[in-house]
């Protein structure tokens, strides 16, 4: 079955630049799409397709894509960027896969 | 504003059915490029598919849980469910229904892209006698 594999946990410090990144099969042929899930919340669509973000989604995030790695980049995290982020894509069945999720920890 | 309400027994016994609804409102299920997901997260842990269903009432299951999967559609109420037979306390979990969007952005000629741009809040699930 298709994969897509996050880091655990990442942290960053507030104000500086950091790079959230999923690997998988099926971003060679599919965008990846980037959830944020605070505790206790849904989640919420930040990234999609090739560097789109939804209304409302600061600017801040940004997307990229190489090969089999989708990156999601926020450029001077905020406190309220801490959260649970999961990247997910299609795979070639056309079935859902997600991401295990990264923990960001703003510093 | 499109706005998704998950509804449904929160306590299941183990070996019965899990049935849940989601009720779409501020917009009809079937306009657009829509199709309509559940997703289940157990407490702690990461995001796993179900399934989706298209308006025309076709189906498209994860493959782990396609034997006891059935997602239906009812376009009069503006609602879709879920049928999960022979629960586990595996099934423990909260459950999510989602939008699934098909979009072409026209300007640039790209896509389609595939994404899920709108969520329930969920509605928890436990399975125990």
């Known amino acids: 079955s298709s994969e897509l594999t996050q880091d655990p946990a990442v942290s960053v410090a507030l104000g500086q630049t950091v790079r959230i990144t999923c690997q998988g099969d099926?971003?060679?042929?599919?965008?990846a799409n980037w959830y944020q899930q605070k505790p206790g919340q849904a989640p919420v669509l930040v990234m999609y397709g090739k560097n789109h973000r939804p209304s409302g989604i600061p600017d801040r995030f940004s997307g990229s894509s190489s090969g089999d790695t989708a990156s999601l980049t926020i450029t001077g995290a905020q406190a309220e960027d801490e959260a649970d982020y999961y990247c997910n894509s299609r795979d070639s069945s056309g079935s859902w896969v997600f991401g295990g999720g990264t923990k960001l920890t703003v510093l | 504003q499109v706005q998704l309400q998950e509804s449904g027994p929160g306590l299941v016994k183990p070996s019965e059915t899990l049935s849940l609804t989601c009720t779409v409102s501020?917009?009809?299920?079937?306009?657009?490029?829509?199709?309509w997901s559940w997703i289940r997260q157990p407490a702690g842990k990461g995001l796993e598919w179900i399934g989706r269903?298209?308006?025309?009432?076709?189906?498209k299951y994860n493959p782990p849980l396609r034997g006891r999967v059935t997602i239906s559609v009812d376009t009069s109420k503006n609602q879709f469910s879920l049928k999960l037979n022979s629960v586990t306390a595996a099934d423990t979990a909260m459950y999510y229904c989602?939008?699934?969007?098909?979009?072409?952005?026209?300007?640039?000629?790209?896509?389609?892209?595939?994404?899920?741009?709108?969520w329930g809040k969920g509605t928890t699930v436990t399975v125990s006698s």
């Open positions: 989602a939008r699934d969007v098909t979009y072409y952005d026209i300007l640039t000629g790209y896509g389609p892209y595939y994404f899920m741009d709108v």
């Open positions: 099926s971003l060679r042929s599919s965008y």
């Open positions: 269903i298209y308006t025309s009432g076709s189906t």
């Open positions: 501020g917009g009809s299920i079937s306009s657009g490029s829509y199709s």
